[in-house]
């Protein structure tokens, strides 16, 4: 696996629910197409040319270290680390990726500083064993395996992403949900209750819409879509007595703009 150096590690976020955050990774193997965000920001930077470049991840070899120059300098100001917004922590099939999210966690918590973790792969056991304070969380936006065969190829399967997901939750972790990017039906007919159905365990869900897709903007109803389906996860997360929230932009005032 290809490694690279970085000059730093931990900064402050600009995604609505996060705070502090790092990306031990560049690229990411899951591939998602809906599309992904951090692959079309690399792509723009150039710090990755192709899709194939960017499905094969480089891991930063001196993040630990990174870390510890960081963390003293840091601890005061931050109250959570998000692990990751634009590579995934528990990508399938690379350990050395997943040890070094494990340590990296281990060291932000010895300092007492609380993790969450957001992956489209599994959540290893491993994480059991660190602070009771962190949160974890997996990206469900569908059941339909032949939709994230195309549109997540290189990620887990959703029964076991979810029973992963599951082991934390019975562990005693605050688990979450990301129900983002949802998307319409026009690219796969779903019922969005069996999908909450399968994860009524966990302690948050995070809705949001899918953007900077033509499919998704050639579907006409888009909004009047998405203002109903935001709908029916509150009432679902207020029935169950789950925290939730929807991501801006995913509710709009006027469905026939
Ligand atoms: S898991 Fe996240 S970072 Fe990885 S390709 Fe999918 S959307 Fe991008």
């Known amino acids: 696996m290809k490694k690279i150096q970085r000059k730093t590690m931990l900064y402050k976020t ?13 690229g990411c193997s899951h591939g998602c197409k ?24 480089v891991i930063v070899e001196n993040t630990l270290e990174l870390l510890d120059k960081e963390i003293p300098k ?27 999210s494990i340590n990296s966690i281990k060291k932000l918590n010895q300092e007492g ?11 290893p056991i491993e994480l059991t064993m660190l ?5 974890y ?3 469900l936006v569908s059941l339909d395996e032949t939709y994230r065969e195309k549109y997540e190829p290189g990620a887990s399967m959703y ?3 979810i029973e992963s997901l599951f082991q934390m939750h019975k562990a005693g972790f605050k688990t979450w949900v990301s129900i983002e990017p949802y998307p319409t039906p026009n690219i796969v007919t779903q019922d969005i209750y069996k999908i909450l159905s399968e994860i009524a365990f966990a302690d948050k869900i995070i809705f949001g819409r899918t ?28 029935e169950k007595n789950i925290n939730y929230h929807i991501k801006k932009g995913t509710v709009t005032s006027n469905s026939s703009e």
Not at 37 to 43: I, P, Q, R, S, T
Not at 74 to 100: A, R, W
Not at 211 to 232: C, D, L, P, R, T
């Open 159 to 161: 029964k076991d992403r």
């Open 74 to 100: 840091l601890k005061e100001k931050i109250s959570s680390v998000h692990l990751c917004f634009t590579t995934d922590p528990f990508m399938l099939g690379y350990n050395e990726i997943k040890q070094m």
């Open 14 to 26: 600009g995604v609505e629910y996060g705070d502090y955050t790092m990306n031990h990774t560049q």
């Open 34 to 57: 809906y599309p992904c965000y951090a692959f079309l920001m690399a792509k723009r930077f150039g710090r990755v040319k192709t899709y194939e470049e960017w499905k094969r991840p």
């Open 211 to 238: 953007n900077y897709s033509k499919e998704i903007s050639s579907y006409k109803k888009n909004k009047e879509f998405y203002n109903n389906e935001a709908q029916k996860v509150i009432e679902f997360c207020n």
């Open 113 to 123: 500083i609380k993790c969450t973790v957001l992956t489209k792969g599994l959540l």
């Open 137 to 139: 969380g997996i990206t």
């Open 131 to 135: 602070s009771k304070e962190n949160e």
